[in-house]
């Protein structure tokens, strides 16, 4: 019988009965695989000295990723419209998945060229 747990702690009495072996080593390696990547996650940084890419709009400050993001969503929303003029609907299928591919690689896109270094 198999026992599906939310847990480690819950799991210990199952796994321990089991596999004593593997479940020894699992606790005990479990802390140094915690501590080798939380080490390198507090050593990185975030923004250059230059500072993120931003542009001034009416007096505030907008994040360059922002102006990305809406991009993409005009051209998913686009995207869909024009699929459904040329009634390609029926062709291609899974069109929300496609329609946000499409928005998606072209706001990575804009970003690239736009703000790329």
Known sequence: MKVAAL???KALPYLVARHPYWAEHRIKRRPVSAGVLALPLLSLCGC????APSFDLFGAFFPAWLLCAV????VAFGARIFFAARNLTDVLP???PLCTSLGAIFALLVWLICFGR
């Open 7 to 9: 847990s480690w702690r």
């Open 48 to 51: 250059s000295e230059a500072g």
């Open 71 to 74: 991009l993409g969503i005009f």
């Open 94 to 96: 899974f069109q929300l």
